[in-house]
């Protein structure tokens, strides 16, 4: 009942042309943005498939599907974890962000001396200027909240966390990423202070598992034998302290599962599962099955009932409290929560004993890191006003909607003005339409992917009931390069979810039109594509002896070009680009874990190519690209696996002149010049009187004098630090450029 009053009230709103909160407060915003949970490990998606009870018991999220609504074709935009949080905070695609995979930040090199593809560059971290469901939350007066998993923020332990891309509170992985409210988290309460609650890695897997009752144990029991998990203990907490403020509020809440390590610590659920699945309760930490698919590992069924346990602890504290914004009223009254994942379920997970079946996606083909439906299609479950008890929606919709969305839930009309490409699909959430309407109000009927990573290598055009899969790398992943399907038929009814039947050669007019489409979407965006390797010893492939070898590296200035062979019996150059680090050498990091390296534009020339080099480069190398797809650098690099070397090695100790310092140094110059006379300006016009320029003034005089002089790479660095710290102290646009805050942590700062 209480359900259809929330229901009734926001339809007589709508019908009278009055907003949509105009009978109650901005409503709340909770999504559970779970870690590889599987389009079918939900029980409501399993039954409404295969037609029978899944193994895994999931009441909580059954529970949301029947007083809400239940997506049947929800995508990720990436079939990995850290593309698919990216694009889902920023709302936009992977091309836009330039996160693809996992292990971004790195420069370019093969994987081993014989792979035939290399990894394009990508960046590591969502761009600092890029929009984000935080800061658009709080331009509409929202008090925001990220815990657990944020897996956008570069590989240097701590910058940029969740506050720095908006975020009020924020309690995740990393250094320095977590914020420490002493009345919600403190670091000595051994109880609360784990940041991955019960997830938190199990190596090996339990034997030993929690016993205790006594509260202060780090994973007592409750009265049904749950281990105490922090992570949802401290999202209610944070609901519960904030709901008083007299704003609306929006949790970010990720937790780690189901990801790998397959494991659990809730012995009474293992129990259950092992009996469920007739198998013996486990002695040692070895594995229990060899079975390859199916619902058939008790591990992971019993991380299912922990992740739906979680959700419905999330829940039973907003339908037990009052809200003071909207009295008479509980918060779940006036709150949107929905469930999803960052990608398709993973067939297979790594434990103790290695790789084990988990996720069964069928009939969807294959899973994470996958282009297939397994990969991308995820479980979408939302309830909250207006939604419609019990629906079952097959409009197409994808996590990269939920910024715009998010925006109209706030109340506001403005997210066409924001740079994203997602859409507002509130309207189909509460029953108005059923299709998605893009912000030049043209339906939406196309999604765009590209996945340039490992021997997957390949991109996907989705548009209406088709999907075309075009792969860059099949001589690796031993894939045709094109492969056509009929998702759906023009009646919506399901054609080929199972991707079982490549049409390719019997549509080549529907696979030509998909493709040039789907091509020209990656030229508009310049994406990366896998390079050929060029150094195989062995098996070299066709082509390799057309690669023009490079022939000189200059720098003019802040500029650096390579030049390369040219000739008849030599490939051109077709595409180049510039991989670069501000973060070079042992005297600007502790480890070598800190460095990161960014993707920059580069220009093709007749002979080579040519850099505008960012402010404050300590190194950076030239990636170009030949007519054949081959790899040509300004820097050769060994492999990431060579034996005996370290696969963490980031690259400046591979490398002999990398374009080192001098251009970066005289390009932070020019930038600080121009905040210098900006600042003054300013000062002329009293516009920013406080802006105190002396330090900046001292910091560019001694770099000038630093920059005529030989590289010594201690003096060079310690002048790029010094005057990239005083121009970001003033409130200038170059203070705010995206390369000067790359490495905006305090380890970072002048000494």
């Keep these: 009942m209480k359900n259809k009053i929330r229901i009734a009230t926001t339809a007589l709103a709508l019908c009278s042309g009055a907003s949509l909160f105009a009978s109650a407060p901005q409503p709340n915003i909770v999504h559970i943005l779970t870690d590889d949970l599987g389009w079918q490990d939900v029980a409501c998606y399993y039954r409404a498939e295969q037609g029978k009870e899944s193994i895994y018991e999931t009441p909580n999220m059954d ?73 658009s939350l709080k331009d509409s007066g929202y008090v925001t909240a990220h815990i657990q998993k944020m897996h956008v923020g570069g590989i240097h332990h701590g910058f940029p966390g969740p506050l720095d891309y908006g975020f009020d509170f924020s309690w995740t992985t990393g250094a320095r990423m977590r914020y420490n409210d002493a009345e919600l988290w403190d670091p000595s309460d051994k109880k609360r ?3 991955q609650g019960i997830w938190a890695p199990l190596k090996p897997r339990h034997t030993d598992f929690p016993s205790s009752r006594d509260p202060n144990a780090p994973y007592a029991l409750d009265e049904d034998d749950r281990p105490f998990d922090s992570v949802v203990d401290l999202a209610v907490r944070w609901m519960d302290k904030v709901r008083d403020d007299g704003k609306p509020f929006f949790v970010n809440f990720c937790p780690s599962f189901v990801h790998g390590p397959i494991a659990t610590r809730d012995r009474k659920r293992l129990e259950h599962y092992c009996k469920k699945m007739g198998y013996e309760f486990p002695t040692d930490a070895g594995r229990l099955t060899d079975k390859t698919k199916g619902q058939v590992n008790p591990y992971y069924a019993a991380m299912i009932d922990s992740l739906d346990w979680q959700i419905g602890k999330l829940i ?25 994942s960052d990608n398709g379920g993973s067939v297979h997970a790594g434990t103790i004993t290695g790789m084990e079946a988990c996720a069964d996606n069928s ?20 309830q909250g006003p207006g939604i419609e008890a019990g629906s079952v929606n097959q409009t197409p919709i994808n996590l ?73 790398v099949e001589e690796m992943n031993g894939l045709p390069q094109v492969q ?11 054609s080929d979810i199972g991707e079982k039947n490549n049409l390719a050669e019997s549509h080549p007019e529907k696979a030509k039109a998909l493709r040039e489409e789907l091509e020209a979407w990656l030229k508009k965006y310049q994406s990366p594509l896998p390079y050929k390797n060029a150094q195989l010893a062995k098996n070299p492939l066709a082509g390799t002896e057309q690669v023009p070898a490079m022939v000189e590296k200059t720098t003019d200035g802040s500029t650096i070009r390579m030049r390369v062979e040219t000739g008849a019996n030599k490939a051109r150059i077709v595409e180049a680009r510039l991989i670069y680090t501000t973060n070079g050498t042992d005297e600007l990091r502790t480890n070598k874990h ?18 505008v080099v960012p402010p404050g480069m300590t190194h950076g190398i030239l990636y170009l690209r030949d007519e054949n797809g081959f790899m040509v650098a300004s820097e050769a690099m060994e492999p990431r696996m060579t034996p005996g070397s370290d696969i963490w090695a980031k690259g400046t100790e591979f490398i002999q002149d990398g374009y080192a310092y001098r251009p970066g140094l005289i390009a932070l110059i020019e930038t600080g010049r121009a905040a210098q006379k900006k600042a003054n300006n300013w000062r002329k016009r009293l516009l920013r009187s406080d802006q105190d320029v002396s330090d900046l003034a001292l910091a560019l005089a001694a770099a000038e004098e630093v920059s005529t002089q030989p590289v010594e790479e201690k003096t060079y660095a310690q002048a790029i630090r010094d005057l990239r710290n005083a121009i970001r102290a003033l409130d200038v646009p170059e203070a705010r450029l995206d390369v000067l805050n790359q490495f905006k942590a305090p380890k970072w700062a002048a000494q």
């Design 63 to 135: 529970r949301m599907a029947k007083d809400g609504m239940r997506f049947m074709q929800a995508y990720s935009p990436a079939p990995t974890c850290a593309p698919s949080r990216a694009a889902y905070l920023s709302g936009r695609t992977t091309l836009r962000t330039g996160v693809y995979h996992v292990l971004g930040g790195w420069p370019v090199r093969a994987r081993t001396a014989n792979h035939k593809y290399i990894d394009p560059a990508y960046s590591g971290r969502l761009p600092m200027d890029a929009p984000t469901i935080a800061n």
């Design 193 to 195: 202070a784990d940041y």
């Design 316 to 340: 039973a504290f907003l339908e037990a409290t009052d809200d003071p914004r909207n009295p008479g009223h509980k918060l779940i009254d006036n709150t949107y929560i929905m469930v999803s």
């Design 363 to 382: 009939p969807l083909r294959d899973g994470k890191k996958s282009m297939f439906e397994g990969g991308l299609r995820i479980p979408f479950i939302i």
């Design 400 to 472: 990269i909607d939920m910024l715009p969305t998010y925006v109209a839930m706030a109340g506001q009309n403005d997210w066409k003005e924001i740079d994203v490409d997602g859409c507002n699909v509130l309207p189909v959430m509460l029953g108005q339409q059923k299709e998605v309407f893009q912000a030049d109000g043209r339906v939406r009927d196309t999604m765009l992917y590209s996945f340039p990573i490992e021997h997957v290598g390949s991109s996907v055009i989705r548009k209406g009931d088709w999907k075309l899969i075009l792969n860059h």
């Design 484 to 494: 056509l399907y009929r998702i759906n038929n023009a009646d919506g009814s399901v």
């Design 594 to 611: 800190y460095e990161e390296w960014f993707p920059a534009p580069a220009t093709v020339l007749v002979d080579g190519a040519e850099a």
